[in-house]
T-cell receptor
Framework: NAGVMQNPRHLVRRRGQEARLRCSPM?????VYWYRQLPEEGLKFMVY????????ESGMPKERFSAEFPKEGPSILRIQQVVRGDSAAYFC????????????FGPGTRLLVL | AQSVSQHNHHVILSEAASLELGCNYS??????LFWYVQYPGQHLQLLLK??????LVKGIKGFEAEFIKSKFSFNLRKPSVQWSDTAEYFC??????????FGSGTKLNVKP
């Protein structure tokens, strides 16, 4: 039962480095969502992608953050020049279709910026 | 603006006690409501969801939730908790636009 896969599970970066987070959706799912969870807060929507398309990036910070979901391979959330405030858990979810479909979540990547 | 409020940030109960976790939302238009649970060290799992129909929804592990439209609420309940229910519980709402809005979560600690 291959659920949503994320790697790495834990990532440590120094300020100024780049962080790349990967997400493989559930089999048969073509919709991917990224959320960020800061300590003691709920998950905040970042971006919604379908294959090769960004559908909604209204939750993405304007600078340093980017996301892609190529035709082949996992979805990538990329954070350039990380700062301490980027330390958080980043969750990926996938769904079979868009709209009001249930989203299934991965285990998250915990990013720590030193 | 869309938002979800979970007023109980931390709940401590003894086994066999009854549970009710509050969730209130602010959202214009048709809503779909969810409760997710995150057990220690694990990822979020869907407990139950409401799209339409009977406002009393039954989920896994004996949980249920009631959608009260007039109160903008979707409270989670369980008549008798177990130690294994210790986890963090998140209420979420979505409309037709894919993105989910999550509450800040309620940490439940069940003492054996």
């Amino acid at each position: 039962n291959a659920g949503v896969m994320q790697n790495p599970r834990h990532l440590v970066r120094r300020r100024g480095q780049e962080a790349r987070l990967r997400c493989s959706p559930m089999k048969g799912h073509s919709h991917v969502y990224w959320y960020r969870q800061l300590p003691e807060e709920g998950l905040k929507f970042m971006v919604y992608l379908q294959k090769e398309n960004i559908i909604d990036e209204s939750g993405m910070p304007k600078e340093r953050f980017s996301a892609e979901f190529p035709k082949e391979g996992p979805s990538i959330l990329r954070i350039q020049q990380v700062v301490r405030g980027d330390s958080a858990a980043y969750f990926c979810a996938s769904s079979h279709a868009g709209g009001a479909e249930t989203q299934y979540f991965g285990p998250g990547t915990r990013l720590l910026v030193l | 603006a869309q938002s979800v409020s979970q007023h109980n940030h931390h709940v401590i109960l003894s086994e066999a006690a009854s549970l009710e976790l509050g969730c209130n939302y602010s959202y214009g238009g048709t809503v779909n409501l969810f409760w997710y649970v995150q057990y220690p060290g694990q990822h979020l799992q869907l407990l139950l969801k409401y799209f339409s129909g009977d406002p009393l929804v039954k989920g896994i592990k004996g949980f249920e939730a009631e959608f009260i439209k007039s109160k903008f609420s979707f409270n989670l309940r369980k008549p008798s908790v177990q130690w294994s229910d210790t986890a963090e519980y998140f209420c979420a709402v979505s409309g037709n636009f894919n993105k989910f809005y999550f509450g800040s979560g309620t940490k439940l600690n069940v003492k054996p």
